[in-house]
């Protein structure tokens, strides 16, 4: 029994002594990780000075996760407990790993929800690696940018032509102003005014007999003109616009060529996508924010609708990289067929002879060949700078433009203000845009404004080449000019040296592991009739967009099981930079390199590289990630590849397609699915969006003429 007892005695004292070394660890460890949590994070108080008015508030926000990566939406709320009229405190604590850089700003959030910026320079600080201390930050509101400083917001750089202050204003000696604290020193990405003002326009389409090169066809117009009607607005004003479908057999319906729609994709416009087709009879309004500024164009998206004659120009004002005196307005360029684009687009499908010459091209709406029509005229003042807006709505000519006898100082590409340059001749792709500045500094006269069709790089083709041309005559001028061009190599490429005004800077460190090769490829197929169907591939699926039930239909309804032609890729994760890159292969049986014009809904993006070769991987280390051209529509070159990059912070359904009208048609698209639970948290499913479907769907039932193409 002793022994028995002894025994259990031991064991008893054994099993006490691993528990309480058990404990002992246990506790040594809660002991030590208490000792490191406070080494984990350290409180930063943040103490700033700004006067605000009764239900203002002041926050800050900065360029790591903690103070919300520059996203307004997550800026730290700061409270104003200590606040008096003499002492104006606004405080806020925020937690912060040791040893973290960081920039930041503070900004005020209006009565009205609209955000203040304080001025440039960003502020910088460093977390102490100490934590023994929690530090205090003592800031004052800059209410003025030194002259000297340089913004950095959210990676990006810029040196103004003057420096803004709140008094500043746009005129011609100052452009780079705009309204209060706003200038072309302004994040666009992430900041804009909100003007409070509403801008409207009514669209009625219908057929019509037009004449603009004095040969009479058939024309879809709005409000019976061509162009339609220019939209202005000021950068940050709301744009309603209101469609009416007069057209007796066809759909319809407006996109916003460039427009980022910003948490609004339902607005769009893009049939099988963000909506269904606008019915004849039908009538919808259109209303978005116009948060970027410059020169653009909308057009119908229904299949290639717009080539004949529904489209018009876009103006939104803003700051400027460079002054000027007068804005002469926008100057669409495109080319012209006198059969209608959709029997021209019919038979470039399903017969296998390529695409057909252009009979003519208008500039403006307006054009000579053959002795008949007029031409388009612009008045310059004698030593005056103005402001130009060159648009490119073709639906197959690229153009090289140029004025005679006069330099063009490039100031925007896109929606992308640049650092200013000059040149005598400019490539216009289809959808793009570019502003530029003439200096009326020539011999009093007529002179000869040219866009040439870049055939011999395979840009297309066009009868009346060689003969596209509008006149610029300075005040008092009239007549016929008599100047001739200058010589210039054709080509198909991009403009170079678009340096974007903003420094901006692509992160390299994941490409290799992120970037997704797009293949395009032309195939055909042979119906059981015996004729040709031609389409595009995308990584061997050529897209084929649902009318009937759009891609946001399914997104408002949180399924996923659209039809797998509708294309449909799904973007990582919001705040993540995504890579592409566009490849031109050999088809079957057609090898066809030709040039492709790529455009990006919802988003503009950064061009990394471009190459005529076989893209790989071993590229990579090559590309640009150092402020490159930044553009929402880009050449990809003939039988080569187009490297992209852009950010995924706008949820919604946004189309990559080429804006060639006969590529789009046979299919050469995908749609990027961007974080689709978020969508109706920001833009809700519009009142209108079932009844539109539904009238839809009921014509579509008995209409003459049966969708027989992609629908883009």
Same mark, same amino acid.
């Given at each position: ?480 000019? $008599?100047?001739?061009? *200058?010589?210039?190599? %054709? ?6 040296? /678009? +340096?974007? &005004? !903003? @420094? ?11 970037? $997704?090769?797009?293949? *395009?490829?032309?195939? %055909? ?6 004729? /040709? +169907?031609? &389409? !595009? @591939? ?175």
């Amino acid at each position: 029994m002793l022994s028995s007892y002894v025994l259990s005695g031991i064991a008893t004292l054994a099993s006490f002594v691993s528990a309480s070394a058990v404990v002992h660890r246990d506790a040594h460890e809660r002991v030590f990780a208490r000792q490191s949590s406070s080494c984990i994070q350290v409180s930063v108080t943040f103490n700033e000075l700004k006067s605000t008015a009764w239900g203002e508030s002041v926050s800050v926000v900065g360029s790591i996760a903690q103070l919300g990566n520059w996203d307004t939406s997550k800026a730290i709320f700061m409270t104003a407990t200590g606040y008096t009229a003499s002492n104006p405190q606004w405080v806020a604590t925020v937690n912060i790993p040791p040893g973290t850089s960081f920039q930041y700003k503070y900004i005020k959030f209006n009565t009205d929800g609209s955000v203040q910026w304080e001025f440039d320079p960003n502020h910088s600080y460093t977390v102490p690696n100490s934590c023994t201390t929690n530090p205090s930050i003592k800031d004052t509101w800059q209410s003025s940018t030194p002259a000297s400083t340089t913004s950095t917001t959210s990676t990006k750089a810029a040196t103004s032509t003057a420096t803004p202050t709140p008094t500043c204003t746009n005129s011609p000696t100052t452009r780079n102003c705009w309204q209060g604290t706003f200038s072309i020193d302004t994040d666009f990405d992430t900041n804009w005014p909100t003007t409070g003002r509403t801008v409207s326009y009514d669209f009625d389409i219908r057929n019509t007999t037009m004449s603009p090169d004095g040969h009479a066809r058939q024309v879809l117009a709005i409000n019976n003109q061509y162009p339609g009607p220019t939209i202005y607005a000021n950068w940050g004003d709301m744009i309603s616009v209101t469609v009416h479908n007069n057209l007796p057999n066809n759909g319809t319906s407006i996109h916003w060529h460039g427009l980022r729609q910003w948490h609004k994709g339902s607005q769009d416009g893009v049939p099988g996508v963000n909506e269904c087709p606008l019915a004849p009879g039908q009538s919808k309004t259109y209303i978005f924010q116009a948060t970027q500024y410059g020169t653009s164009w909308y057009h119908s998206h229904f299949s290639s609708q717009y080539g004949d004659g529904v489209l018009g120009p876009i103006v939104i004002y803003g700051p400027a990289t460079a002054n000027y005196d007068l804005d002469v307005g926008p100057l669409p360029i495109t080319d012209w067929y006198y059969p209608t684009v959709a029997q021209t687009a019919a038979r470039t499908m399903h017969v296998n002879a390529g695409p057909p010459k252009a009979d003519s091209a208008l500039i403006n709406g307006s054009m000579v060949i053959q002795g008949s029509g007029s031409y388009s005229r612009t008045t310059l003042q004698p030593g005056k700078r103005h402001r130009l807006r060159l648009i490119n709505t073709a639906v197959d000519n690229h153009f090289m433009v140029s004025l005679d006898n006069h330099v063009m100082q490039v100031i925007t590409n896109d929606f992308v203000p640049i650092v200013p340059y000059n040149t005598t001749h400019l490539f216009l792709g289809i959808g793009q845009r570019y502003d530029v500045i003439i200096t009326a500094n020539q011999a009093s006269s007529n002179y000869w404004f040219r866009a040439e069709v870049q055939v011999a790089a395979g840009c297309g083709d066009n009868w009346n080449n060689g003969n596209l041309n509008a006149i610029f005559s300075y005040a008092g001028q009239s007549g016929t000019p $008599t100047t001739s061009g *200058t010589s210039y190599t %054709q080509r198909c490429t991009d403009e170079t040296g /678009l +340096t974007p &005004y !903003w @420094n901006s800077y692509v992160p390299d460190g994941q490409v290799a592991s992120q970037v $997704t090769q797009l293949n *395009t490829w032309l195939n %055909q197929t042979t119906n059981t009739d015996g004729s /040709l +169907t031609l &389409y !595009w @591939n995308v990584n061997g699926s050529s897209m084929n967009a649902d009318w009937a039930k759009p891609t946001y239909s399914y997104i408002y309804s949180s399924t996923s099981n659209w039809p797998s032609r509708a294309n449909v890729l799904t973007l990582p994760t919001e705040a993540k930079w995504t890579y592409w890159v566009l490849q031109s292969q050999a088809g079957n049986p057609y090898n066809v390199a030709v040039p492709h014009p790529i455009h990006l809904h919802g988003h503009d993006f950064y061009i990394l590289g471009t190459g005529f070769d076989t893209w790989n991987t071993g590229k990579i280390a090559g590309l640009d990630y150092t402020n490159p051209t930044r553009r929402d529509t880009a050449m990809m070159p003939a039988g080569g590849w187009l490297a992209i990059a852009f950010q995924t912070d706008n949820p919604g359904a946004w189309m990559l397609h080429c804006h060639i009208a006969w590529h789009a048609d046979e299919g050469l698209a995908v749609q990027f699915l961007e974080a689709p639970s978020q969508v109706a948290g920001f833009d809700p499913k519009p009142s209108n969006f079932d009844s539109q479907c539904a009238a839809w769907n009921s014509y579509a039932s008995t209409a003459a003429y049966k969708k027989g193409d992609s629908g883009i």
